[in-house]
Nanobody, 121 residues
């Protein structure tokens, strides 16, 4: 089972951009569906973006038009490009391979520590 580890978080100002990486411990070619999630302070983890080799990409309304999910099989990595960041995007960000990203119990790997994104106003 390929493990995914997220990285790339940091402290940015409102309006700036950041790209998160989700790198596999091995080849990600067989990962057909994965999701990016985030957990804001004091709130539950939520799905914000998903990528499916069969149906493409999907985004939560809160990030649609600002975030872009992608994959690079040659680098064994998924990415989340985040543009026009806002203070409400402050959260710990996670990635996971899932049968259906809408349902966390279908996710295949253990949840990692995530990567912290903090957006200052």
């Amino acid at each position: 089972q390929v493990q995914l580890v997220e990285s790339g978080g940091g402290l940015v100002q409102t309006g700036e951009s950041l790209t998160l990486s989700c790198v596999g411990s091995g080849s990600i070619v067989n990962i057909k569906v994965m999701g990016w999630y985030r957990q804001p302070p004091g709130k539950k983890r939520e799905l914000i973006a998903g990528i499916n080799t069969a149906s493409g990409t999907d985004y939560a309304d809160s990030v649609k038009g600002r975030f872009t999910i992608s994959r690079d099989n040659s680098k064994n990595a998924f990415y989340l490009r985040m543009d026009r960041l806002q203070p409400e995007d402050t959260a710990v960000y996670f990635c996971n391979a899932c049968m259906d990203p809408e349902y966390e119990h279908t996710c295949l790997g253990p949840w990692g520590q995530g990567t912290q994104v903090t957006v200052s106003s």
